[in-house]
């Protein structure tokens, strides 16, 4: 399948800014004083990405509409986009795992197999990860005192 990569990034940041412009008003409620509220910034942010994303999707169409080569097409390689999907599950696993068996032994896990699925063969990358995993976990726990899952 080829696709015009500009377009497609367009559409898909248009998509997203209205999305998350529509789902403002349901997570941040309006306070009854006037002006700048906790709304306002993200009113205002998102507005702009709104407004950049849909020029951006109308400068990439005139350019297509005038060119005539596939230049910015872009191949889907559907064995790379399975790879991603991979990391997706390690992920939704990571996080799900959170609460039952906790941040050290999640993260520890995670940080292996995460290495793993990239094929990192120095076992020092290995150690480091699972060192820094504890070091985080110290540095909330005893500096900052902030309980980890």
Same mark, same amino acid.
């Given at each position: ?39 306002? $910034?993200? #009113? &205002? %942010? +998102? ?5 950049? /994303? @849909?020029? !951006?999707?109308?400068?990439? *169409? ?22 991603? $999907?991979? #990391? &997706? %599950? +390690? ?5 799900? /795992? @959170?609460? !039952?068996?906790?941040?050290? *032994? ?26 820094? %995993? ?16």
């Amino acid at each position: 399948m080829v696709i015009n990569k500009d377009i497609a990034s367009g559409i898909f940041f248009v998509l997203l800014s209205a999305g998350l412009l529509s789902l403002v008003p349901l997570q941040i409620e309006r306070e009854a004083t006037q002006g700048l509220t906790a709304r306002s $910034l993200p #009113l &205002f %942010v +998102l507005t702009l990405m709104l407004i950049f /994303s @849909l020029l !951006f999707l109308i400068k990439s *169409i005139i350019q297509q509409l005038h060119k005539k080569s596939n230049d910015a097409a872009l191949t889907i390689e559907w064995l790379k986009e399975l790879k991603v $999907l991979g #990391l &997706f %599950v +390690l992920i939704v696993l990571y996080v799900s /795992s @959170l609460p !039952f068996i906790g941040y050290l *032994i999640a993260s520890s896990i995670m940080s292996v197999l995460l290495l793993m699925y990239l094929k990192v063969k120095k076992k020092l990358y290995y150690a480091a990860a699972i060192g820094l %995993v504890f070091i985080i976990y110290f540095a909330f726990t005893m500096l900052l005192n902030i309980q980890l899952p």
